[in-house]
């Protein structure tokens, strides 16, 4: 081994060192000697947030890649906020209600209360920036989650935010004032500061989304203590929701609702005649063509080869194709797609529940798509045994997928949706959408998510739709505007105007 490469190894042993003895994958410049710092930074293994931080990277990573940023973006403010202002500091009161209604989406600028702030912005990674305002801060603040962040109490948050947060954030208030099991924290602080305004306005608000018996006691308390109270619905539209057991839950039926409309005013295709039997059959066609580009899609380099030798039961994991990834990959997908195509059979000639169907088979498709990594050794075979026990990320998006933790729930509500919703377009697209939002799997939710989809939309008597992986970036782009902006009409044209 040469001396450079000594010495970069013990450069990578003192950052593992750090690494590991904190959890950690943002550190501060001090942490290393110069050299070893110069060494990492030289060669990729760190990459500069500003100056003085840096987050560890993998220098195999493209240069524009985002994910990286994206995964320690929460570590980072909670990190340089803690080293600059120590504990006298917390976020606004609107990016606290963020945290609280377990938002998935990155903030271009993160706002900070500090007795001690600037007012002045700092530049981050990928065009985002952090502000610290200079202002008092909340007598109590919670730390208690999962990023360690500096927290205003929810009631307060509540209380205190901005106005245009329930135009603007419609779905973020309404998941967290369906939070709230007790009004009794709310009420403490509206009858001790006589904020009748603000009164008036939360009670709106918990009426708006069917709550009367916490608007009531609002208005009902301020009144016996003597304040003149006017209430007022901040929302643009009355919208009462489903109270769910957790704010994922709530987030999920809530987009659901939200989205529908717009779903069946532009998602349009044609219905084919065929017979459940001959649906079968043109699905068995269209196996090789769907293996190419949902292959594709994910960045498997597949050929028609691969392809043949695998359906035709000629390639085995103990031949010279083994290491290939391509290969361990169609034939999981060839496995796969015989499941999906035993759950259409269930639904189009056996008459059994779309819903039930889904239910009882997804964890079937994910196995089969692994199974061939687990009978090599790649995987263990507890890895394709129920959802992902950690965090994900996707490339490139500054949506983070949900908690390990909040996963049944949130897949148990979806489910349940696919099961209430009338209309077959909605079910396949928001079913797909919020599959590959939730992210429930370690890997092979772009393709399970596929599946399903087809699965939905063969139950309505619509065609299996292929989506080509040259449209890759406009189905990736519309995705992404889904799930950060949450509107889904790119989403639903782009899966309109796939030809049959």
Not at 142 to 163: F, G, H, V
Request: glycine share 4%; aromatic share 8%.
């Amino acid at each position: 081994m040469s001396s450079i490469q000594v010495l970069l190894t013990n450069s990578l042993s003192k950052l593992k060192e750090i690494q590991d003895q904190e959890n950690t994958i943002v550190i501060k410049s001090d942490q290393l000697s110069r050299l070893n710092l110069k060494r990492l930074v030289d060669n990729n293994f760190l990459l500069p947030i500003i100056k003085g931080w840096y987050m560890i990277s993998n220098p195999n990573v493209k240069t524009r890649d985002t994910t990286i940023w994206y995964s320690s973006y929460w570590q980072f403010i909670s990190k340089y906020s803690n080293n600059r202002y120590k504990q006298d500091w917390c976020l606004s009161a609107e990016q606290s209600i963020f945290i609280y209604s377990k938002s998935t989406i990155v903030p271009k600028q993160i706002i900070i209360k500090s007795t001690k702030g600037n007012n002045t912005p700092i530049s981050l990674p990928n065009s985002s920036s952090i502000l610290s305002l200079k202002t008092k801060l909340p007598k109590n603040v919670n730390r208690s989650n999962k990023y360690r962040l500096n927290l205003y109490p929810l009631a307060e948050a509540i209380i205190t935010c901005s106005p245009s947060m329930y135009t603007d954030e419609a779905l973020t208030m309404r998941t967290v004032l369906a939070m709230i099991n007790n009004i009794d924290d709310i009420l403490k602080i509206l009858v001790d500061t006589g904020m009748t305004v603000r009164a008036g306005r939360v009670a709106g608000a918990f009426r708006n989304i069917g709550r009367e018996k916490f608007a009531n006691s609002i208005i009902t308390t301020m009144k016996n203590i003597g304040y003149d109270i006017r209430e007022e619905d901040p929302f643009s539209e009355i919208h009462k929701i489903k109270i769910s057991s957790s704010p994922e839950a709530t987030r999920i039926r809530l987009m659901w609702e939200n989205m529908r409309d717009e779903v069946i005013k532009n998602f349009h295709r044609p219905k084919t005649n065929l017979s459940p039997n001959k649906f079968l059959e043109h699905m068995e066609a269209q196996y090789k063509l769907d293996a190419y580009h949902s292959l594709s899609i994910e960045g498997y380099r597949v050929t028609d080869e691969i392809i043949e030798k695998v359906k035709d039961g000629k390639w085995l994991p103990n031949t010279k194709d083994a290491d290939t990834k391509t290969a361990l990959a169609a034939l999981g997908y060839s496995k796969a797609f015989q499941e999906v195509k035993n759950s259409v059979r269930d639904v189009l000639v056996n008459r059994k529940d779309i819903s039930l169907v889904i239910k009882n088979d997804l964890s079937n498709w994910y196995t089969e798509l692994f199974t061939p990594c687990v009978k090599v050794g790649i995987i263990k075979p507890s890895d394709i045994i129920g959802f992902r026990s950690t965090q994900v990320y996707i490339s490139n998006s500054m949506h983070i997928p949900l908690n390990s933790e909040d996963i049944l729930d949130a897949m148990s509500t979806l489910l349940d949706l696919i099961g209430e919703e009338s209309n077959i377009g909605v079910r396949a697209v928001l079913g797909h959408f919020i599959f590959t939002f939730i992210h429930p799997y370690m890997d092979g939710n772009g393709r399970i998510g596929r599946f399903l989809m087809n699965v939905l939309l063969s139950s309505g008597g619509y065609d299996w739709l292929i989506i080509p992986v040259e449209r890759r970036e406009e189905y990736m782009s519309s995705l992404e505007k889904t799930s950060v902006q949450k509107d889904i009409v790119p989403f639903a044209k782009f899966l309109s105007s796939i030809k049959s």
